[in-house]
RNA sequence: GGAGGGAUACCCAAGAGGCUAAAGGGGGCAGACUGUAAAUCUGUUAGCGACGCUUUCGAAGGUUCGAAUCCUUCUCCCUCCA
């Protein structure tokens, strides 16, 4: 792995709103921020393969520790030099830690608030939660994982992305006050033990020397626990910083909301990361207006293989369709207009709404092949345009060229 | 010419006297989709002046309190034998 000299993060430009202009510097590769991040979950971005990832503009990739430990394990990505190497990918990458999937994985079944655990019934892979970790039953081989802040910190050292994730406990929006705090101690406590354990594996030389660790704001819609959270959080010695929750994750408004809330608190050397950030082009609009750098999603690849495409304003989208058009509908059976006129993508290039209608029809897998590619464009395309907007000091007027304002 | 089998909603297909406006697929339409248990899931799919009414299981009659279901005739399709 070889030493870089350049900080982590630099601030190139800062601008009207809080949106700003970043670069962010890996072993692996430079990131122009603000960016958005594809989700390869498993090492992999659902039907397409990293050339593809490549030629739409990716300047990085997400895997999930859990997802990659259950399949093809931490240690044998080790053996394959790293998730960069292993997956061919070779660019910069990111993973998180699993925190996420055990709290929604919980959820999903019949739970309750219990002095901090949850009961839960027994279709849930998550078999019991305590301070100390988690027992999941693995999807995919049957056998019981122990996850602990610690094993999680491994997990991701072996995987060695670039940027490694705290083991937390999303704080749920409809948690109670009472609740929400319960689970933010928890999550905070996760987190330093992450951070600790992550320092350490570190200073061992088993976690890559160039691999930076994020800790993550919880809180869910409660100001006053957000703001506790921010101020926690970014008083650790970490290279960025990360928010997440449900409230970060579906609604753009409350997204940009809870961002506000906190802003102030972070430092400005520090990349903000927005995780599972949701609202698709709106989202991020509106989130990159509060000082968001970076931010996933896996809208453009499930919506992509569903059939729903993104649109700018230019072929109807807006904030009431979501930027999306569903290429399943009837309507488009006759069209044979680009998914999206502006777009220059290969997909928009070189075929028709109503061929992908087709494709969808028969269930060719080539349709939703084709979706995920131009999604993806879409948004790095978008991040593109943030960028320059950013630097040529036009950001409001994309913002609003985008974004119409309803009273 | 003879002997069987069949016809059910947009399509395929269950049902063999009342619990059937009619299972299940497909298709259509609508909706949802967060750090991917997801190329997935949900709802809907005869009409109307909708907690009710009207029409509907190839067509026309009949039996019955009640028929997609039983009987008669007719039409069309398939298989086999001449």
């Given at each position: 792995?070889?030493?870089?000299?350049?900080?982590?993060?630099?601030?190139?430009?800062?601008?009207?709103f809080?949106?700003?202009?970043?670069?962010?510097?890996?072993?692996?590769?430079?990131?122009?921020?603000?960016?958005?991040?594809?989700?390869?979950?498993?090492?992999?971005?659902?039907?397409?393969?990293?050339?593809?990832?490549?030629?739409?503009?990716?300047?990085?990739?997400?895997?999930?520790?859990?997802?990659?430990?259950?399949?093809?394990?931490?240690?044998?990505?080790?053996?394959?030099?790293?998730?960069?190497?292993?997956?061919?990918?070779?660019?910069?990458?990111?993973?998180?830690?699993?925190?996420?999937?055990?709290?929604?994985?919980?959820?999903?079944?019949?739970?309750?608030?219990?002095?901090?655990?949850?009961?839960?019934?027994?279709?849930?892979p998550i078999?019991?939660?305590?301070?100390?970790?988690?027992?999941?039953?693995?999807?995919?081989?049957?056998?019981?994982?122990?996850?602990?802040p610690?094993?999680?910190?491994?997990?991701?050292a072996?995987?060695?992305?670039?940027?490694?994730?705290?083991?937390?406990?999303?704080?749920?929006?409809?948690?109670?006050?009472?609740d929400?705090?319960?689970?933010?101690?928890?999550?905070?406590?996760?987190?330093?033990?992450?951070?600790?354990?992550?320092?350490?594996?570190?200073n061992?030389?088993?976690?890559?020397?160039?691999?930076?660790?994020?800790?993550?704001?919880?809180?869910?819609?409660?100001?006053e626990?957000?703001r506790?959270?921010?101020?926690?959080?970014?008083?650790l010695?970490?290279?960025?910083?990360?928010?997440?929750?449900?409230?970060?994750?579906?609604?753009?408004?409350?997204?940009?909301?809870?961002?506000?809330?906190?802003?102030?608190?972070?430092?400005?050397?520090?990349?903000?990361?927005?995780?599972g950030?949701?609202?698709?082009?709106?989202?991020?609009?509106?989130?990159?207006?509060?000082?968001?750098?970076?931010?996933?999603n896996?809208?453009?690849t499930?919506?992509?293989?569903?059939?729903?495409?993104?649109?700018?304003?230019?072929?109807?989208?807006?904030?009431?369709?979501?930027?999306?058009?569903?290429?399943?509908?009837?309507?488009?059976?006759?069209?044979?207009?680009?998914?999206?006129?502006?777009?220059?993508?290969f997909?928009c290039?070189?075929?028709?709404?109503?061929?992908?209608?087709?494709?969808?029809?028969?269930?060719?897998?080539?349709?939703a092949?084709?979706?995920?590619y131009?999604?993806l464009?879409?948004?790095?395309?978008?991040?593109?345009l943030?960028?320059?907007?950013?630097?040529?000091?036009?950001?409001?007027?994309l913002?609003?060229?985008?974004?119409?304002?309803?009273?």
């Open positions: 792995m070889q030493v870089i000299d350049e900080p982590f993060f630099t601030l190139i430009k800062s601008t009207e809080r949106a700003r202009r970043g670069r962010i510097v890996t072993a692996h590769g430079c990131i122009e921020t603000p960016t958005f991040m594809p989700v390869a979950t498993f090492g992999t971005i659902r039907l397409l393969d990293f050339e593809d990832v490549r030629r739409l503009g990716a300047q990085i990739v997400l895997g999930n520790t859990l997802h990659l430990e259950s399949t093809v394990g931490s240690a044998r990505i080790k053996q394959f030099g790293g998730l960069a190497k292993f997956t061919g990918w070779n660019g910069p990458t990111l993973t998180d830690s699993g925190g996420y999937q055990v709290s929604y994985m919980w959820k999903s079944g019949t739970h309750s608030a219990d002095g901090g655990n949850r009961t839960h019934n027994s279709t849930s078999q019991k939660i305590n301070d100390k970790g988690v027992m999941v039953k693995n999807t995919w081989t049957g056998q019981t994982m122990r996850i602990t610690q094993i999680a910190m491994e997990w991701q072996d995987i060695g992305a670039d940027m490694v994730m705290a083991f937390d406990q999303p704080t749920f929006d409809t948690d109670s006050l009472d929400a705090r319960i689970s933010l101690a928890r999550s905070h406590d996760w987190t330093i033990a992450s951070y600790q354990h992550w320092l350490k594996l570190q061992e030389g088993r976690a890559p020397a160039c691999q930076v660790f994020f800790p993550i704001i919880q809180g869910g819609r409660f100001r626990l957000r506790e959270s921010a101020e926690k959080m970014c008083s010695d970490t290279a960025g910083i990360a928010i997440a929750g449900e409230s970060i994750g579906i609604n753009p408004d409350i997204s940009a909301e809870t961002l506000s809330w906190v802003a102030d608190i972070i430092p400005p050397d520090k990349p903000l990361y927005g995780m950030l949701g609202g698709g082009p709106e989202g991020f609009l509106k989130a990159v207006r509060e000082g968001l750098d970076m931010f996933d896996t809208s453009p499930r919506l992509g293989r569903c059939g729903l495409a993104f649109i700018s304003p230019s072929s109807g989208g807006n904030t009431a369709n979501k930027f999306r058009v569903s290429l399943k509908k009837g309507i488009n059976r006759d069209s044979d207009s680009p998914v999206d006129s502006l777009c220059d993508c997909v290039k070189h075929y028709s709404r109503g061929y992908i209608k087709h494709l969808f029809n028969i269930g060719e897998g080539t349709g092949r084709l979706l995920t131009h999604n464009y879409f948004m790095e395309s978008l991040g593109a943030v960028r320059h907007a950013i630097e040529t000091d036009s950001f409001g007027d913002y609003e060229s985008w974004i119409e304002d309803r009273g």
